[in-house]
């Protein structure tokens, strides 16, 4: 931006006004103002600011701005009253640059949202909402009991708090030390695998088993065998080969002269436990895929599907046939619905389309059975029940809801952050909760019904350099750990697992096993 031009508002500086006529700010010399201000405002013309004739600048010294406005190429800190100059790179010792600014900035800002999230009593996601209103309006019949039970679901999320989880494993002297990369939890949210970056490179991944206690505590339980892989997990979703979910579904890239490929691996290959045989297992050359999906539906039984650039493959896993289809970007995000075999695919070039299995692949694209556009990148895809909404998130950090049969937008929210990472949509239908966790390492919830934001959790972690790293991982359920499970947010940031749990009076694990003290105890 450019400098404002320098005037003197009384006519005796006249000698001093082409000296100082481009400087909008100067240095304060005056012994009659505080000592410990070290720059003041110049007075600008004002025409109706003086009533007895004086002019207002030799009247009385001008009051500083609280705010000190911005300079091209200078920063400054309010806590030392000065400005400082921004190097331009990272070539000197201690640079202090723009992006190391809005860093620390952010660091202060999720710091005191960790201690907002403590507080036992914490805003309403709405404004006058609260139990006893709602219980009250209830039994006036004044809302249905749809309403009422979607917004005490919204009452419970906004009074989630913190729970840092000990995840159990046979190899109890070696605690887990590598970060979370990818959770992926089952149908019935008992099992999630995991993926974890390996320090000397590479990857390794397992199950956790998630159980209910009786004392109301969740607890997590590593698997026996974990499998190390030199290459990247790029996606991953549950299968259901033999029963429901007997499978999991893993995208490797290539690396080096290790070609990509796609691996279908049974469950049961990650325990020692099972004494059967582990289960079919199978590996597909399908290089670089960019996402897989299951399709559950029995017109195309025991089928997934892999996107990759330029291509669309959908393979039988028992048979090896394939049905390629070409486009014309990237397909990042897949998803079956349930009652046709039809495959909607979301790309990088923001396009979203639908396949019907039951028609040829034609070089014409007319095999698209629908198709619209979302903006711009497209990262995840999610159907909701009655399949002809589809919510849509891409690298802008749009979150979309559209009707697929008028091929337009009903409902948009907002928040989201992204620029560039694969980053899911999570939706809970039977309590209205939609979750998406951002570039910016915050985890929102949104109210699926009408778009309000419910909720924004701060990552427990700080933002580090890498990025990725630092991105929580979630599931959320209203049963984690099966039909008897607890409901809550179960999140993964680098190497640490947390839980945020519906009910306010939650105990840890081992809190709850642990005799009460005559002294007093200090809880979470």
């Not at 009652?339 to 979203?352: D, H, K, Q, T, Y």
């Amino acid at each position: 931006m450019g400098m404002k031009r320098f005037s003197w508002r009384d006519g005796g500086g006249g000698g001093r006004q082409g000296r100082h006529r481009h400087h909008r700010w100067r240095k304060v010399r005056s012994p009659s103002r505080s000592p410990d201000r070290r720059y003041d405002r110049s007075p600008e013309p004002c025409p109706s600011t003086s009533t007895d004739g004086s002019e207002a600048g030799s009247s009385a010294p001008p009051k500083a701005t609280n705010t000190a406005p911005e300079l091209p190429g200078f920063y400054f800190d309010p806590e030392k009253n000065r400005y400082f100059r921004l190097l331009p790179g990272h070539n000197n010792c201690n640079p202090l640059t723009n992006e190391m600014l809005r860093a620390k900035e952010q660091e202060r800002k999720r710091s005191a949202m960790l201690l907002e999230d403590e507080q036992p009593r914490k805003k309403a996601p709405r404004t006058g909402q609260n139990t006893s209103l709602l219980l009250h309006n209830r039994h006036l019949g004044l809302l249905p009991p749809s309403s009422y039970c979607r917004l005490i679901h919204e009452l419970k999320v906004s009074g989630m708090r913190r729970h840092k989880l000990e995840v159990q494993s046979s190899e109890s002297s070696s605690p887990n030390t590598d970060n979370f990369r990818l959770i992926k939890a089952d149908s019935t949210c008992e099992r999630v695998f995991t993926v974890n970056d390996v320090s000397h490179g590479g990857c390794k991944y397992g199950i956790m088993n998630l159980s209910g206690c009786s004392k109301g505590s969740l607890s997590v339980e590593m698997c026996d065998n974990l499998y190390f892989t030199n290459r990247k997990v790029n996606s991953i979703c549950w299968a259901s080969v033999s029963h429901p979910d007997s499978h999991v579904l893993l995208c490797l890239v290539s690396i080096s002269q290790t070609p990509g490929c796609v691996s279908l691996l049974p469950a049961s290959l990650f325990s020692n436990s099972n004494p059967d045989q582990p289960g079919m297992l199978c590996s597909f050359k399908i290089s670089t895929a960019w996402s897989c999906a299951w399709c559950l539906n029995p017109q195309a039984d025991k089928t997934f599907s892999t996107g990759l650039s330029r291509h669309v493959i959908v393979t039988n896993a028992v048979t090896g046939r394939r049905q390629m289809y070409s486009i014309n970007s990237d397909v990042l995000a897949q998803q079956f619905a349930l009652r046709a075999p039809v495959l909607f695919n979301g790309c990088r070039s923001g396009e979203i389309f639908s396949i019907d299995l039951r028609q040829r692949s034609r070089r014409d694209h007319s095999w698209k059975a629908c198709r619209f556009h979302q903006g711009s990148g497209v990262t995840s895809v999610r159907l909701l029940r009655d399949e002809n909404y589809l919510l849509a998130a891409d690298m802008q950090g749009q979150i979309k809801l559209w009707d697929v049969r008028m091929t337009r937008t009903v409902k948009q929210y907002e928040g989201h952050h992204n620029e560039y990472a694969y980053l899911p949509l999570h939706v809970n239908e039977d309590e209205g909760l939609l979750l998406a966790v951002g570039q910016d390492c915050y985890t929102r919830l949104w109210s699926l019904n009408d778009g309000h934001l419910l909720r924004t959790i701060p990552s427990p972690h700080p933002a580090g350099k890498e990025g990725f790293d630092s991105i929580p991982n979630v599931v959320f359920s209203s049963q984690l750990g099966g039909c008897r499970g607890l409901p809550g947010l179960l999140m993964a940031v680098r190497h640490d697992l947390y839980y945020y749990p519906y009910n306010s009076d939650y105990q840890d694990p081992a809190a709850a096993g642990k005799e009460p003290s005559a002294g007093p105890v200090s809880g979470r």
